[in-house]
């Protein structure tokens, strides 16, 4: 995976709660198991009408909104368990989804693949999806190593929680095995000390 240490992006505004893994990824389009091409169906279902066209209302489809940070509104990746989900998201370009609230499942499939999921208080929230919304060129910079989230415009710094092991696996760019491979000394010397 690659590393995420620091960054600094416009964001693209999703001001819609209880936004469930159906959405982000309709159903009809799991048939691969490789994790690419995901993206272009990303929304799918609210980007594009019947007859396969963008829908200009969408901000997605918007081209004032840009940026690989998504911010959306409360209870995100909610429903399904499906990691296509994640999948769909970081294909499409986003590092990190910024929301009140995140279904655990999502979380842990969003950190599995390289993407931070960033919980704000819900006031926090409203005010960056609403400056984000009228100043779309607004700089949201994320500092992991600190577990910092900062808007200066609005003159927010918040800290976030991340688990210090996914933490360290994002820093650095692991998935759970390079992780593994990383220790493969300690653990080594461990079962050499352990077991006779």
Known sequence: MEKFVKLTSNAVPLAIENID???IIPARFL???DREGFGKNLFRDWRYDKDDKPKSDFNLNNNKYSGSILVAGDNFGCGSSRE???WAIKDYGFKVVVSSFFADIFKGNALNNGILPIQLDAEKLKLILELIEKEPKTNIE???EEQVIEVKSLNIKESFYIDAYKKTCLLNGYDDIDFLVNIRKEIEEFEKNTYI
């Open 31 to 33: 048939k691969s198991t």
């Open 21 to 23: 893994t159906d959405q």
């Open 142 to 144: 994320i500092e992991l």
């Open 84 to 86: 296509h989900a994640a």
